[in-house]
């Protein structure tokens, strides 16, 4: 099995790569944008704003993580 | 030339110039530590794979429908966009430590030489160690060669845009033979990275079966609307963080996994 589990976790880390929550963003966005498309709405927005959102809940992660460090920890950066 | 193929273009050289500048690091550590001969067979293989790849993906996906496509590339293209994005960002808000050539030749170096080496024998090392990095760093490029091509149907464009950029990093590695430490990779990177996102949601949005106010011309607008938000995300991130610019050198504090 393990050049099996070796072969899927290359193309995880090759695709999904450091954060797996933006590769949810996106394919939310797609399927929110699917879904309103094929009701007829304007749905040309949901890709870009589940997606930023997305990249902002992430950089947003890191910074408070190294703000806490820096708090817990004391000596800081 | 339209204002997409320019982007296509951009995007495609730009990627393929980060990613060739790290691979020649590998190949350069290794050449002057372990020899030449073994590392550029390593680089041979590499590249022929890499060329296997985008010769059956490149028609291959040209039989694929145009909106199943667009879905798929797009949805690849916001991925990978996204983490090239992110790394750009954080480090331009000095929450990751820049990626430093000089310091992965060091690195590259004193592990190559730790390893033994038989004299005037197959150095399987050195070949290893640089087709698996041109390998790894080409993947990428081939990826965004074949996916851009094949959406615009300019699968020749992007592949003169790739070996232009192999071109450029070659000549400039063989003139100072040495890591190329003073490309400016990170602002590079922020570039790839808003550019393959604004493709991919161009393209991921008009696969999902929606259209864009405006058409094609509403690239015009998504690209540097994604750069305008990256950078706020940067000036905010600092704040939030409170880590002054000056953080952002090499060597500072890594977070974020990487």
Redesign the interface.
């Known amino acids: 099995m393990k050049p099996v589990r070796a072969f899927a976790v290359f193309w995880w880390d090759f695709v999904v790569g450091d954060d797996w929550h933006l590769a949810v963003a996106v394919v939310a966005g797609l399927a929110l944008c699917a879904l309103l498309a094929q009701a007829r709405v304007a749905a040309w927005w949901a890709t870009p704003a589940l997606v930023l959102a997305g990249l902002w809940v992430s950089a947003h992660r890191v910074a408070a993580e190294a703000r806490a460090r820096r708090r817990g920890g004391g000596a800081g950066g | 030339m339209t204002a997409g193929v320019v982007a296509l273009v951009a995007a495609v050289f730009l990627a393929c110039c980060v990613e060739m500048v790290e691979a020649t690091t590998i190949v350069l550590a290794i050449g002057l530590t372990r020899g030449w001969r073994s590392g550029l067979i390593g680089v041979g293989v590499a590249l022929c794979v890499l060329a296997v790849i985008v010769a059956a993906l490149g028609p291959a996906l040209s039989l694929v429908p145009i909106s199943a496509l667009r879905?798929v590339v797009?949805?690849?293209l916001?991925?990978?966009g996204?983490?090239w994005?992110?790394?750009a960002?954080?480090r331009a808000?000095g929450?990751?430590s820049r990626h430093d050539e000089e310091k992965a030749f060091r690195d590259q170096r004193s592990e190559a030489a730790a390893v033994s080496l038989a004299p005037r024998a197959f150095d399987a090392y050195g070949f290893t160690v640089c087709f698996k990095g041109v390998l790894l760093e080409g993947?990428?490029v081939a990826f965004i060669v074949v996916t851009f091509g094949a959406n615009q149907g300019r699968i020749l464009d992007a592949a003169l845009a790739a070996a232009a950029a192999v071109v450029v990093v070659l000549a400039a590695a063989l003139l100072v033979r040495a890591p190329l430490a003073k490309v400016p990779e990170n602002t590079m990177k922020f570039a790839v990275g808003a550019l393959l996102?604004s493709f991919?949601?161009f393209w991921?949005?008009e696969?999902?079966?929606?259209?864009?106010?405006g058409g094609d011309a509403?690239l015009l607008v998504?690209i540097p609307?994604?750069l305008a938000?990256?950078l706020a995300?940067v000036g905010w991130?600092r704040q939030?963080?409170?880590?002054p610019p000056a953080?952002a050198q090499p060597g500072?504090?890594t977070?974020?996994?990487?």
């Open positions: 879905l797009g949805a690849l916001l991925v990978f996204l983490g994005l992110r790394s960002i954080l808000a929450l990751k993947l990428e996102t991919g949601m991921g949005t696969g999902a079966g929606a259209a864009w106010p509403a998504i609307a994604v938000v990256a995300m991130l939030v963080a409170g880590r953080m500072a504090v977070a974020g996994g990487a």
